[in-house]
């Protein structure tokens, strides 16, 4: 059987955050569901928009885009070019890929990241939001993630 992954995108920041995981899609809610494979973040301040697909290349360099089980994005409250720039990556990706499409809220990412001992990076926190609805048989489509703005 392939790997399957699960990508993790946060761009409301001046800080590219991104995270991937082995995701096994057949394991049941009491075992291991999800192994962090790798996680990194850049510090891009306005180069985000020049400096994202660059990092997203080097950051998948041994992972094939067929493995890509789903895709999670940060959809803010945060900077409204980073959010944007981000969201459109990921649903270009997600409809390339055909896969589905988290888009999550930052507050609800911020909850979930104080809530873990210790707190999980914020690209973490995105990725297990995901990882249960996912888990649950939730597979919203990539046209239904719209960033938040205030």
Same mark, same amino acid.
């Given at each position: 059987m392939?790997?399957?992954f699960? %990508?993790?995108? =946060? ?19 009491? #075992?291991?569901?999800? @192994? ?12 985000? #928009? *020049?400096? %994202? =697909?660059? /990092?997203? #290349? ?18 803010? +409250? ?6 944007? +720039?981000? *969201?459109?990556?990921?649903?270009? @990706?997600?409809?390339? %890929?055909?896969?589905? %499409?988290?888009?999550?809220? /930052? ?6 990241s ?13 990725? #297990?939001?995901? =990882? ?19």
């Amino acid at each position: 059987m392939t790997q399957k992954f699960a %990508l993790a995108l =946060h761009t409301t920041t001046t800080k590219l955050e991104l995270a991937i995981a082995e995701v096994n899609p057949n394991s049941d809610r009491s #075992s291991q569901i999800y @192994i962090i494979r790798k996680q990194q973040s850049w510090e891009l301040g306005r180069e985000l #928009s *020049v400096q %994202l =697909h660059d /990092c997203l #290349s080097v950051f998948m360099d041994d992972i094939a885009w067929i493995d890509v089980a789903f895709l999670a994005i940060a959809t803010g +409250i945060g900077s409204f070019t980073g959010t944007r +720039i981000g *969201v459109v990556v990921a649903r270009t @990706i997600a409809e390339q %890929l055909n896969v589905p %499409l988290y888009g999550i809220d /930052c507050n609800t990412i911020e909850r979930q990241s104080q809530q873990s001992e210790p707190p999980l990076s914020l690209s973490e926190s995105l990725l #297990s939001i995901a =990882h249960e609805q996912w888990q649950s048989g939730i597979y919203p489509s990539w046209q239904d993630i719209l960033p938040i703005y205030e």
